[in-house]
């Protein structure tokens, strides 16, 4: 049987959402400056002819993290609420009908499929990688486990855990090792979806909770707070002030155009006292947070809450066997779908897939991005692709962090939200120069990852990567020797470079790289 051999100018490996519009801009950006679309390939060991775009449509990650520009910033720059998103995701959230901050994972994953077919984008699915072969450092082709080979000019690796890369023989850094701590990971979720629940009822619901459980005379609810806790006291009080503010108000959901915020751990206790487990993700294993949740069309709530404690091996595994959740966590869904059901839901249902945080990083990249480098604003205005605003979102936890903070003499390991312009360097592989590495696994240090690991970003750098891949490709250059500037250029010349706006956060940009320089 003579196996298929196919030959690509770009091939994208994985199926991340930053990932496909990387592909995209390349063919895109090839098209507009030779009228002919290049041979493009997106490789996922999904099956991408039922659903493409990863965590965002497999793993139902609906309610979107954007960019947090604070109201000074907004006012004296004429900046919208979310800051400038880069050029093609505003164009794929309003093609997917995005109000604020919902996006359904059926309609994101038509409205990929569209943009693929638009671009002349080929996909092939349920792809394993068995040998990546180079030459002069480059990588040439790739053998896939059905005997395939798929040679390529420029390589795009967009998986949480950088698979292809490692595959080419890229050092990959496990957990958290560029802190030490190598097993330390982020935890992993199952993002679930539930129907019949309204927004109102749940608003009921956790009102309720609330006034019971920070009613000391309520000795029933009482019982149930200290069975979520393990009887610890502490812990109790903790959670009956965590219910309210600064001025003795309960801490009742924020409910917005088309997502919710929950404030208050009320609906957490409940569900842990119904399990008798700790609400502790790390004596537990696993823990129904404050949820972040999406409102989705047809009566449907989707829900940010559920995480898992993972290691940073487990975190690895996970990733390769195709995030498929474990037996273990398939069984604590069970267990929520039978309590949001005694809450008012009639169906409950999970994503297929997880939603992996972060899960190590690249080493060996044309330039490392730290999080004192994004604290200090990002890269030059001159060479910035973009600018984005999020805290360093370690949710979950570091599990170590704190003694290795305390034993370098550090009391805190909170700092300042960083609003950083951002560039393609911390992706580009210095010894294999015809990849990238685009996702939460690309060549961050540090705290970084916290804010590199979020989608939005990612789509502005998978873009700007894209382009440079073009550029690469006409010019019969290296990708790693692409500058950021020559990526700005094309940006500027199709009015597509959006507003640049970073800010330098002198003090706690000095305190972070002090921190980071004892820790790591």
């Known amino acids: 049987m003579v196996k298929d051999q196919r030959s690509y100018n770009v091939i994208v490996f994985g199926d991340e959402v930053y990932g496909v519009l990387a592909a995209i801009s390349a063919a895109r950006e090839y098209h507009r400056r030779t009228s002919n679309y290049p041979r493009v390939l997106i490789m996922s060991k999904a099956n991408l002819h039922q659903a493409i775009g990863g965590q965002l449509v497999r793993g139902g990650l609906a309610y979107l993290d954007k960019?947090?520009?604070?109201?000074?910033?907004?006012?004296?720059?004429?900046?919208?609420?979310?800051?400038?998103?880069?050029?093609?995701?505003?164009?794929?959230?309003?093609?997917?009908?995005?109000?604020?901050?919902?996006?359904?994972?059926?309609?994101?994953?038509?409205?990929?499929?569209?943009?693929?077919?638009?671009?002349?984008?080929?996909?092939?699915?349920?792809?394993?990688?068995?040998?990546?072969?180079?030459?002069?450092?480059?990588?040439?082709?790739?053998?896939?486990?059905?005997?395939?080979?798929?040679?390529?000019?420029?390589?795009?690796?967009?998986?949480?855990n950088a698979e292809l890369a490692q595959a080419a023989g890229v050092k990959k850094l496990k957990g958290f090792e560029t802190f030490g701590l190598p097993e330390s990971e982020l935890p992993v979720s199952v993002i679930f979806e539930t129907q019949g629940l309204s927004v109102a009822n749940l608003k009921q619901v956790e009102l309720a909770y609330m006034k019971r459980f920070i009613n000391l005379e309520d000795k029933e609810a009482q019982k149930f707070l200290k069975s979520a806790t393990g009887f610890d006291d502490n812990q109790a009080e903790q959670l009956r002030r965590d219910m309210v503010d600064s001025l003795g108000n309960l801490k009742t959901m924020w409910v917005g155009s088309d997502y919710i915020d929950i404030r208050s751990p009320a609906l957490s206790v409940a569900y842990h006292s119904f399990r008798g487990k700790k609400l502790s993700l790390y004596d537990s294993g696993v823990i129904l947070d404050k949820a972040n949740i999406a409102i989705l069309p047809g009566d449907r709530l989707s829900w940010n809450a559920l995480m898992f404690a993972v290691t940073g091996t487990q975190a690895e595994n996970l990733t390769i066997s195709g995030a498929k959740p474990t037996a273990k966590m398939l069984e604590e869904m069970s267990f929520i779908q039978t309590w949001f059901k005694s809450i008012g839901a009639t169906t409950v249902t999970s994503a297929s897939e997880l939603y992996i945080r972060h899960a190590g990083n690249v080493t060996g990249v044309v330039e490392p991005f730290t999080g004192a480098e994004m604290l200090m604003g990002g890269v030059p205005v001159s060479q910035a692709?973009?600018?984005?605003?999020?805290?360093?979102?370690?949710?979950?936890?570091?599990?170590?962090?704190?003694?290795?903070?305390?034993?370098?003499?550090?009391?805190?390991?909170?700092f300042s939200l960083p609003i950083f312009n951002y560039g393609i360097q911390h992706t580009l592989i210095q010894d294999i120069p015809n990849l990238a590495v685009v996702s939460p696994a690309s060549g961050f240090k540090g705290f970084a990852c916290g804010a590199g690991r979020i989608i939005e970003f990612n789509v502005g750098v998978g873009q700007g990567v894209g382009i440079a891949s073009t550029i690469a490709l006409l010019n019969n250059k290296n990708l790693a020797n692409i500058l950021n500037r020559d990526v700005r250029r094309v940006l500027v010349n199709t009015d597509k470079l959006p507003q640049i706006f970073g800010v330098a956060q002198t003090e706690e940009a000095s305190r972070l790289s002090d921190f980071e320089a004892v820790v790591i």
């Open 385 to 414: 692709l973009g600018t984005f605003a999020y805290h360093f979102d370690v949710r979950g936890g570091i599990p170590g962090i704190g003694e290795k903070a305390n034993a370098g003499g550090f009391k805190s390991t909170v």
């Open 67 to 160: 960019s947090q520009v604070n109201k000074k910033l907004q006012q004296s720059l004429g900046l919208d609420p979310f800051g400038d998103p880069p050029a093609i995701y505003k164009e794929f959230l309003h093609k997917a009908g995005v109000i604020g901050l919902a996006l359904d994972p059926r309609k994101a994953n038509t409205v990929l499929m569209a943009m693929v077919e638009e671009a002349q984008v080929d996909i092939l699915s349920n792809v394993e990688i068995v040998s990546v072969i180079k030459q002069n450092r480059k990588i040439a082709s790739l053998t896939t486990s059905h005997g395939d080979t798929f040679s390529g000019k420029e390589f795009i690796d967009c998986t949480i």
